[in-house]
């Protein structure tokens, strides 16, 4: 199988371009075919620059390789590898010119000089006689001479294909049969007046010309498909199998948009979404190789996709499953990595003021808690700030008076004053004294343990009171109980 990513270099990458990459390079990989990365740029007014380098480097990110196309040297420069290149589609403009030259000599396709105001009052008309908008073939009446006298006079022209009469039909790997009646489909325009090919001359030369075998795409390229089926019978070409994935949506189930929420995989990775975790989740978006599982690691999804499988309906981008699913990752990954992916993510930490508490060790005290990397920040804030801001009603378990809490606290504080600094080390033996000394005080845990978790930690929900007196040290700890007692 030899399967291709397609993109224009119109701006970051859709998420949804990257589930359908992901689909394409399961394919080869598991069929070890290839993979290839071509850039379709044909459409110069949409052209981003940098948009190409960026693309290469998110897949370098993702750790997804291609067997051909573009690459990005390290040293930042564009090379390219592979037999079927250029595989940039505006290094290939002289292919495109010459199918064109052949459907024109074959009776396939026309020049067409009518000019742009010409068309958008034709179209104008068409739409309020309720007519379907499409080109009204005034061009296709000009005998070979009047074509002729108007090339040689420089006049601008466009070359169009001549659709045939009958209908066009597909076997759609994802959704079966698709039949098109042709009367429905436009005389499309292959070559623009720019000498510019379009999408549709384009992507059927391309896919012909570097052995495409599967063309797997977003299920908004499903009308482009008859035009690009007529083309290859024009060309007398072999079809490739299409699958058309169905769209990613909104949780209110319209169409995911930038409006409503982030769709560029860049955007993801620079929240701090590991590439696994967004790799295993996009792949399950639309297809699920088994009802109780979720977490597959890329060399599983590679084994296990199965196209046919994949969902005709659109899927539902469900955040809280994302995060879940990055959590874990967090999670199952040892130590020393998940230390090392928080390392960047530190920096607006204010740590100048302390050195203590240990970073790592603050890092490994809310792995649990912790979904996005983004977080990290904001969940261990707390430990590095001088002073902490709460009202003193926060440290109250449920009806406990100030006095109460304040006893208990003093005791408390005592206690642990008494211990050695390196007493401090071991969350399970400070659990267990803390709770001899409740029991022997005939205290409750809650009313208890509450306040010296708020007091060391100021906030609501954070990580338990043992592994807060750890995470500060025996000097940290005190001084943090100190300012709870003042506040009471
Ligand atoms: N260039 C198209 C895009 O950016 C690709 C369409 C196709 O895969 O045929 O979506």
Redesign the pocket.
């Known amino acids: 199988m030899r399967t ?5 270099p ?1 701006g970051d990458m859709h998420i949804g ?1 990257l589930r ?1 990459a992901l689909y394409s390079y399961f394919l080869a990989r598991q069929s070890n075919g290839q993979f290839i990365i071509r850039i ?1 740029d044909t459409d110069r007014e949409r052209l981003v620059l940098g948009t190409l380098e960026s693309l290469l480097k998110t897949f370098q990110t993702l750790g997804l390789d291609h067997d051909e196309g573009p690459v990005l040297r390290s040293d930042g420069t564009l090379g390219e590898k592979g037999d079927c290149g250029p595989y940039i589609q505006s290094e290939r403009l002289s292919l495109y010119k010459k199918y064109a030259e052949q459907l024109v000599q074959s009776g396939h396709a026309y020049c067409c000089f009518c000019t742009e105001e010409r068309l958008t009052k034709m179209r104008a008309d068409q739409i309020a006689s309720k007519q379907p908008p499409k080109y009204d073939r005034l061009c296709l009446k000009l005998s070979t001479e009047e074509v002729q006298s108007k090339l040689n006079q420089g006049e601008l022209y466009v070359i169009r294909m001549k659709i045939p009469e009958g209908e066009s039909k597909f076997i759609d790997a994802i959704r079966g049969e698709i039949l098109f009646q042709n009367t429905e489909v436009d005389d499309q325009v292959l070559i623009k007046s720019d000498g510019f090919p379009t ?1 549709h001359l384009a ?1 059927v030369v391309d ?1 012909h010309l570097m052995n495409i075998t599967h ?4 299920e ?2 499903i009308s ?1 498909t008859p035009k ?1 089926i007529i083309l290859h019978q024009m060309l007398n070409w072999e079809m490739p199998v299409y699958a058309h994935v169905p769209l990613i949506l909104n949780p209110d189930k319209t169409k995911l948009s930038k409006r409503k929420g982030d769709v560029s995989v860049e955007s993801y990775l620079k929240k701090g979404y590991l590439p696994q975790a967004l790799i295993n989740f996009l792949a399950l978006l639309g297809w699920n190789p088994t009802a109780n599982r979720e977490i597959f690691p890329c060399s599983e999804l590679v084994e296990l996709f199965d196209l046919s499988k994949v969902n005709k309906s659109g899927a539902v981008m469900n955040m809280e499953k994302l995060n879940w699913m990055n959590a874990q990752y967090l999670k199952m990954m040892p130590e020393k990595e998940y230390l090392a992916l928080c390392q960047p993510w530190l920096d607006t930490l204010p740590i100048t003021h302390y050195a203590l508490p240990d970073i790592d060790r603050a890092c490994l005290l809310v792995r649990d808690r912790v979904q996005i990397l983004s977080e990290l920040p904001q969940l261990i804030g707390f430990l590095f700030e001088p002073s902490l801001e709460y009202d003193a009603s926060l440290l109250l378990w449920k009806t406990q008076t100030k006095e109460d809490a304040k006893e208990r606290l003093t005791i408390v504080r005592e206690f642990l004053n008494k211990r050695l600094t390196d007493q401090f080390s071991l969350i399970a033996d400070l659990d267990q004294t803390i709770r001899s000394l409740i029991v022997e005080r005939g205290w409750q845990n809650g009313d208890t343990l509450w306040p010296l978790r708020v007091a060391l930690s100021g906030q609501k929900q954070s990580p338990g009171p043992f592994e807060l007196l750890v995470a500060y040290g025996k000097e940290r700890a005190l001084e943090r109980i100190d300012q709870a007692l003042a506040k009471l």
């Open positions: 291709r990513m397609a993109p224009s119109t371009t359908t379709e999408y992507v896919d063309v797997l795409r977003g908004e390229w482009s690009q």
